[in-house]
């Protein structure tokens, strides 16, 4: 029985978006990729509100974050983290050789402006990380504020982590000053995993221009060039998941609508907020709670490993806690195409399951 997916990704994929990944191969040096390409960056750029250019990388959003602060941090990076995968770019710092310092909030808090402000302040960084939006935490950063912060500090990179948000929240990449946005295919933007994305802007790169070893198949400055040049990619690109991001790109900004997809997210995760409050309590504070995944902190102890193999015989399944927070918390995500009446029926399963009041 197939599952719906009420996890962090990867999510459910419309039928439609499978078809288009087994469009007929072309070559990847032809004039057709390039335009396809290109098809992709000008819808992505609407959605994310941006004139600065498209990457794309055959790869898990992971990978770009690796290539953006090896190929940016030529000093030290500032990295802020509220769970796992900000700890992630820290880790990744280290393993790149990256001169790096990690800034925590406490459980539940936001990175807040104040705190980057007091970083950079000391004059030690010249890039700073930010996870927009914490799956393991269900937190979002206040990534507007943080940007004017940054902007004060005029040689310091701002890098963002979307990978979870981009497709389902307002990200103004331009606005905000994010020199790199990243995200990837098999969250909110609704296809299958393989595929991350980013945005860069023209500063992130002339200052990477002047950082050695940044690497080979994920240095940014060799992939905006290629694309520069003919609209390509120095390396073989995922052609299936380029169709399947075209027509899913058409579908968000021309269909649905890129506002409309924004409020449907928020919508469903109010009602997720609702349900949660009424019966256990909210891991984030309630001035930075995600509109992607909710994070629940189980406070009847329930047994989450048996309610998900109950809820997979009525195909469903939601996520345990990540992390840290395994063990006492337990997530729920409305993302990329999910509808609302589907979330209602998995909420009504899981309190006749545990049997919580109606």
């Known amino acids: 029985m197939h599952k719906r997916l009420f996890i962090p990704g990867p999510v459910d994929v419309l039928s439609e978006c499978l078809e288009k990944m087994a469009t007929p191969m072309i070559g990847h040096r032809t004039k057709d990729a390039s335009a396809l390409q290109k098809s992709i960056s000008e819808k992505l750029q609407k959605l994310m509100y941006t004139n600065n250019t498209i990457l794309l990388s055959t790869s898990s ?71 927009h939006n914490e799956t393991s935490s269900g937190i979002v950063n206040p990534c507007a504020e943080i940007g004017e912060v940054i902007a004060e500090f005029p040689g310091v990179l701002y890098l963002v982590d979307a990978v979870s948000s981009l497709g389902g929240d307002k990200i103004e990449v331009d606005k905000w000053g994010i020199d790199v946005c990243i995200t990837s295919t098999q969250k909110c933007l609704g296809l299958p995993p393989g595929l991350s994305l980013c945005s860069v802007s023209n500063k992130a790169i002339e200052a990477a221009r002047g950082k050695e070893n940044r690497g080979f198949y994920l240095d940014l400055v060799r992939l905006y060039d290629q694309v520069k040049k003919n609209d390509q990619y120095p390396s073989t690109p995922s052609l299936s998941h380029m169709f399947a991001l075209d027509y899913q790109l058409e579908r968000i900004v021309e269909e649905e609508g890129i506002e409309n997809r924004f409020a449907r997210h ?25 509109n992607t995944v909710t994070c629940i902190n189980n406070t009847q102890g329930k047994d989450v490993s048996d309610l998900n193999k109950k809820l997979g015989e009525r195909g469903f399944s939601i996520s345990n806690g990540y992390g840290k927070f ?15 009446d589907t979330l209602d029926e998995l909420l009504d399963a899981i309190d006749e399951i545990w049997e919580l009041e109606a």
């Open 266 to 290: 928020k919508k469903m995760a109010d009602k997720v907020r609702a349900w949660a409050e009424k019966h256990f309590s909210l891991f984030a504070a309630d001035d930075c709670r995600s």
């Open 326 to 340: 395994k063990d006492i918390t337990f997530r729920i995500a409305t993302m990329a195409d999910t509808l609302e």
């Open 61 to 131: 959003g992971s990978g770009l974050m690796e290539g953006a602060i090896r190929s940016c941090t030529k000093k030290r990076a500032a990295v802020f983290s509220v769970g796992s995968f900000g700890d992630r770019w820290y880790e990744m710092a280290l393993s790149n050789d990256i001169p790096a310092d990690k800034f925590e909030s406490p459980e539940g808090e936001k990175t807040s402006p104040e705190m980057v402000r007091e970083a950079l302040k000391t004059g030690k960084y010249d890039v700073v990380t930010v996870t």
